[in-house]
């Protein structure tokens, strides 16, 4: 890769950023396609964010920028103009840079989770999923699942009026979906997901009761370091049939670059 005064910037903020895997999926996307581009790793303190937000409006050879962790509820409040979907689930996970300084964000969590599924030949028409966590990834996920057919979503989160907000959120769009708060029980389900960040560190406990698994069921994961999570490890045990992380954000990958017009200005 080799910097010039042309090269266009993109960025991915987070905090803490070390554990990304964006810089190496976008890099290696930016050496495919011969773009003059680079993906560079920023950690910002969400007391920080909205004055960073600020400064990336003048920088003037930013393309744009993947916001993840802990930031991508409050990005989608900090952008000058979000695209429907982001409107809806309330988050944004990528944002352009217009030419004129604007910020305009968009989510594809939830759309990188189900294309991620289908890449694994896991159908979800009529699936009963259990959804663990009501943050920012969790938000998308529910709107994209139920937007890909599945039967019934029970939501559960350590803090339930979150998974309560999430479901008065979706009814109205669903009204005909079995749509409810969950336990940390999976008994019952044919697919589980975990999308809290627990099992992002070695002393996380389960997300859920996962000695409950039995082998017809999949469980998804969305942590991608580390790549087999504590709650899959079980899960393989169990002989269930396991999703790992990465396949969500490399289902992305195409689609970010595009939306943030990258090697296109
Ligand atoms: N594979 C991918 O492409 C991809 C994409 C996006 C995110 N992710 C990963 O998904 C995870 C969640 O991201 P996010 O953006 O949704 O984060 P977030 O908005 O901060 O939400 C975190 C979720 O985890 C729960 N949680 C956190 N600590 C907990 C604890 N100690 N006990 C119980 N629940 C706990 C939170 O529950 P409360 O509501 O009670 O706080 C919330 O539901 C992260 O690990 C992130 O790296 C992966």
């Given at each position: 890769m080799d910097i010039t005064g042309q090269t266009r910037i993109c960025a991915i903020v987070a905090?803490?950023?070390?554990?990304?895997k964006a810089p190496q999926l976008i890099n290696a996307w930016v050496d495919k396609k011969c773009v003059n581009a680079v993906l560079v790793p920023m950690q910002v303190a969400p007391a920080e964010l909205a004055s960073w937000a600020q400064a990336m409006r003048g920088l003037k050879n930013l393309d744009g920028f993947i916001a993840t962790v802990p930031h991508k509820i409050a990005m989608c409040d900090l952008c000058d103009e979000v695209s429907p979907a982001a409107a809806l689930v309330g988050a944004v996970n990528i944002v352009r840079r217009d030419p004129d300084g604007r910020l305009i964000g968009h989510i594809l969590d939830g759309e990188g989770f189900v294309a991620g599924l289908r890449r694994s030949?896991?159908?979800?028409?009529g699936k009963r999923v259990m959804l663990c966590g009501a943050g920012g990834a969790a938000n998308a996920i529910a709107f994209a699942l139920m937007a890909a057919g599945v039967a019934a979503l029970a939501i559960y989160n350590r803090t339930t009026a979150k998974a309560q907000e999430l479901i008065d959120r979706l009814k109205p769009i669903y009204p005909s979906g079995e749509l409810t708060l969950a336990t940390d029980s999976p008994v019952g389900f044919d697919l589980i997901v975990?999308?809290?960040?627990?099992?992002?560190?070695?002393?996380d406990p389960l997300p859920f009761r996962a000695y409950q698994l039995v082998a017809t069921q999949i469980v998804a994961e969305i942590i991608m370091k580390p790549a087999l999570t504590p709650v899959l490890a079980v899960a393989q045990e169990k002989g269930c049939t396991v999703q790992f992380g990465l396949p969500m954000l490399e289902c992305q990958i195409d689609l970010m670059a595009d939306f943030m017009r990258l090697g296109q200005r």
């Open positions: 905090d803490p950023v070390q554990q990304v030949n896991i159908a979800l028409e975990n999308a809290t960040s627990l099992g992002m560190s070695e002393t």
